[in-house]
């Protein structure tokens, strides 16, 4: 190919050097605290009566817009060493999310929830985030109403408003498991009048984390993991916990890497992460023939010169210990590079396959049935592209595949790999990968 000549990219870009499927890559590659549990954290704040202590936050974009938000609102983000960051939002003064940071990032709905309980109102704007499908907030309005919330919304933003007395504990079914959904309800009802039941509530590991940062300071929450959160309101603030919280490992990072060792790793270590939480896809990979050995920390991948390629196996994205959403892209990848015919089927959102063209254009055999429904046939050979990925996990699968490739790709949208990937290119050097960020 022309190499990178020509692209026309807004903001930093990546070259990758492929190494044309030569198990190349080795070391040990540690994995970093997770986004996704990292930011209700942050969330969680507002109900502290002094600063929060995280320890393990990536050095992530997302992070950045989260601390810009809480800033905004009267409280301040400070960060105290390489991973440690104080959040003390006992100042907060607004209950509005300002406009840009808040629509670019889901997560900064989870904020309705604190400020709703705190200040009696919270307005934001519709959250944006990844362009996966549909991402509409109905649950969260309806299950705001059942705590005694009245409820508004026109073209700029939502407007919430407990009644005089505060928000009160209601029993709520999510006629659909969400993750911040059950988080931003979760953080309502910790200083909401009376009990509230959550049920059909997400099981993902970052609800348990934040449940038991609720806990820690003296929240009373039983059910986390289950189907059913009960939550005792209270409507004092959270007493601040002795020690710093450490943020869970990014599991879909942990993942990722699994897959990338399994295709290119002569032998790598991923560390600092937690096998159990991606345990389905530990499961699938083995019987694909990877060999895998774990510890309660750490996965060891070994594979020899010569293997035979894995075999190909179909999924069906779930709610956790489902196999997630958030791995459906880089799990094509390995895909492309397995024996035989598999068909993926993603059951949360309705826009995530649209990266399988580009995997197209590498040279993947990928038939796209319908918004839900793709089907890989292995193993292909790549070859380098030019490549813009959709949303950050697909990035992070973008870098993957370009490395898995013959030849040099350009992965476009590096802003959107660096909303959830703490310094990618950097990490995966260690291990032998040449990519070079080119900033725009
Ligand atoms: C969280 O998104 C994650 N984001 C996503 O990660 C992840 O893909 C997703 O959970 C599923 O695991 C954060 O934690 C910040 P949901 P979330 O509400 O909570 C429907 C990443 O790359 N729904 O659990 O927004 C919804 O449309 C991101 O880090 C409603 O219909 O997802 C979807 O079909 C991408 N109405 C399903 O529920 C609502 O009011 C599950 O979504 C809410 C959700």
Known sequence: MKAYDGVAMSGDFFIVNGLGGKRALAGELPVRGSKNAALPAFSASLLFDAPLLLSNVPRISDVAAMGDIIEVLGGKMERRSADEIAVDARKTQSARLPH???????ASVILAGPLLARFGEASFPHPGGCVIGARPIDIFMDAFEKMGAHCEEDKQEYRVHAPKTGLCGADIFFRQPTVTGTETLMLAA????????????????????????LQSGGADICGVGTPTIEIRGNKQPLLAPKKSARVIP?????????ILAALLGKEMLITNCIPEHIRILIEFLRGAGVSIEETNTALRVRTGATLKPYKSFSIKTHEYP??????????????????????????????????????VSMGADISLWDAHRATVRGPRKLKGRELHGPDLRAGLAYLIAALVARGTSVVGNAALIDRGYERIEERLASIGATIERVSN
Do not use: C
């Open 100 to 106: 840009e940071p808040a629509k670019k990032m889901r």
């Open 190 to 213: 910790t200083r909401a009048r009376g009990t509230t039941f959550l049920r059909n509530a997400a099981m993902e590991p970052e609800v348990v984390f934040l449940a038991e940062l």
């Open 250 to 258: 990014d599991r879909i990072e942990a993942g990722s890497f699994l």
């Open 322 to 359: 489902g196999f997630p959403t958030d791995l459906q892209a880089p799990l094509a990848v390995f895909l492309t590079q397995a024996s035989g015919e598999a068909l993926i089927h993603e059951t949360i959102f309705d826009g995530r396959l649209a990266y399988t063209s580009d995997l």
